[in-house]
């Protein structure tokens, strides 16, 4: 499975623009890239998914380059209520494996 | 819409007792998997079942048990509770042919003491 990688903590404003890279350099042809969204004592929720390219739905963007080799989730306009760990998923159908996530703090 | 459905919500057991945590998957997923979370960590795959038979295992604990049901709901039976068991017990469900885009369950915070 392939590992990724991201900064283990982020801090912005209300209203700025977030966006959270991740390294996924060993991903596989058939992997797809998930992003999910967790909040202390909750289950993670899903964000994103995408496979190459760019996907927009009403929460978020996803840009992957064309190596695939990373990945970008972008947060619009950024609210308190996003505070929250951020995790980068890597795979298939099947286990996926949980890395170290990114824990975002958005401050007034 | 429908979500995952985990019960008990919260559960406090002693040493060596032993836990039933249940998981009933959204309608029509034939997917389920078991994470634990332990404070400040992050999820870790445990097991994971596709129609009712064991498809993948993680770093489940021999202590641990676990399997799908023909209704599609799953158990995760815990023995000779210790300690270091305490933890959030998420259950996800999907379906087989959509990608890995699970949707998660509340969890379960047990506390063993």
């Known amino acids: 499975l392939a590992k990724t990688t991201q900064p283990i903590s982020m801090d912005s404003y209300e209203g700025q623009e977030v966006n959270i890279t991740c390294s996924h350099n060993n991903i596989a042809t058939n992997d797809y890239i998930t992003w999910y969204q967790q909040f202390p004592s909750q289950g993670p929720r899903f964000i994103i998914q995408g496979y190459k390219t760019k996907v927009t739905n009403e929460v978020a963007s996803l840009f992957i380059p064309a190596d695939r080799k990373s990945s970008t989730l972008s947060l619009p306009r950024v609210s308190l209520s996003d505070t929250a760990v951020y995790y980068c998923l890597v795979g298939v159908s099947g286990k996926l494996i949980f890395g170290q996530g990114t824990e975002l703090s958005v401050k007034p | 819409a429908a979500g995952v459905i985990q019960s008990p919500r919260h559960l406090i057991k002693e040493k060596r007792e032993t836990a039933t945590l249940k998981c009933y998957p959204i309608p029509r997923h034939d997917t389920v998997y078991w994470y634990q979370q332990g404070p400040g960590q992050d999820p870790q795959f445990l097991i994971s079942?596709?129609?009712?038979?064991?498809?993948d295992k993680g770093s489940i604990p021999d202590r641990f048990s676990a399997q799908q049901f023909s209704d599609y709901h799953s158990e995760l039976n815990m023995s000779s509770l210790e300690l270091g068991d305490s933890a959030l017990y998420f259950c996800?469900?999907?379906?087989?042919?959509?990608?890995?885009?699970?949707?998660f369950g509340s969890g379960t915070r047990l506390t063993v003491v």
């Open positions: 079942f596709y129609e009712k038979m064991q498809s």
């Open positions: 996800a469900s999907s379906p087989r042919d959509r990608g890995p885009g699970y949707t």
